[in-house]
């Protein structure tokens, strides 16, 4: 089973730009599905975006549209997040998790293996 190591995260002025990445330990990347999701104190977890294993389909929340980009390198184990014009509402920690499809994390499933999560907050 895959264990799931997220970097990437900071502190940013609003318009700023991060790049998360999720590295796999364990088995590879190839066959499995990638998410991001999000979550803000007291808030609940949400789906950001989403990759299928061959990169081929995306997913993305409706709000980060247009300024996030999801893409994937199996050669190297990797799923990135790149985000940018981000906004203060973007704050959140922000976790990777696999699963078996893409648009069935965009349509509400809850993946089985996440990873520690890092830490994204958008200044005004």
């Known amino acids: 089973q895959a264990q799931l190591v997220e970097s990437g995260g900071g502190l940013v002025q609003t318009g700023g730009s991060l790049r998360l990445s999720c590295t796999a330990s364990g088995h590879t990347f190839r066959s499995y599905a990638v998410g991001w999701f999000r979550q803000a104190p007291g808030k609940e977890r949400e789906f950001v975006a989403a990759?299928?294993?061959?990169?081929?389909?995306?997913v993305y929340l409706d709000s980060v549209k247009g300024r996030f980009t999801i893409s994937r390198d199996n050669a190297k184990n990797t799923v990135y997040l790149q985000m940018n014009m981000l906004k203060p509402e973007d704050t959140a920690v922000y976790y990777c998790?696999?699963?078996?499809?893409?648009?069935?994390?965009?349509?509400?499933?809850?993946?089985?293996?996440w990873g520690q999560g890092t830490q994204v907050t958008v200044s005004s």
């Open positions: 990759i299928s294993w061959s990169g081929g389909s995306t």
């Open positions: 998790a696999v699963g078996s499809s893409a648009r069935a994390m965009g349509d509400g499933a809850i993946p089985s293996y």
